[in-house]
């Protein structure tokens, strides 16, 4: 098992940044990898980022694409997603997930452990 602990969220004004969290506890001794998810009020979950284990890889939505950051300490068991230029359309509750023994993953139904979530407001 592995638990995931968001963290970093907050109220931001548009154009403005924010460093997401994501720390890993308990059986952290596989090549995981993360990603991050976002759901917005009366929308459905949908794909943020996700980076691969030793964090070559990364892949990113459209939306976020050349404003959003995902990285990775392996050392600290912690991922991070930096958020730039934020726009109130990525207000949401913002998802940390890990998947043992793959890349990258962009389906959020192949993931198997998810954190609780962080709340992300963004105001115009």
């Known amino acids: 098992q592995v638990q995931l602990v968001e963290s970093g969220g907050g109220l931001v004004q548009a154009g403005g940044s924010l460093r997401l969290s994501c720390a890993a506890s308990?059986?952290?001794?596989?090549?995981?990898?993360m990603g991050w998810f976002r759901q917005a009020p009366g929308k459905e979950r949908e794909f943020v980022s996700t980076?691969?284990?030793?964090?070559?890889?990364?892949y990113y939505a459209d939306s976020v694409k050349g404003r959003f950051t995902i990285s990775r300490d392996n050392a600290k068991k912690t991922i991070y997603l930096q958020m730039n230029s934020l726009k109130p359309e990525d207000t949401a509750v913002y998802y940390c997930?890990?998947?043992?023994?793959?890349?990258?993953?962009?389906?959020?139904?192949?993931?198997?452990?998810w954190g609780q979530g962080t709340q992300v407001t963004v105001s115009s």
């Open positions: 997930a890990a998947k043992p023994w793959h890349t990258i993953v962009v389906v959020q139904e192949e993931y198997d452990y």
């Open positions: 308990g059986r952290t001794d596989r090549a995981y990898a």
């Open positions: 980076i691969s284990w030793s964090g070559g890889t990364t």
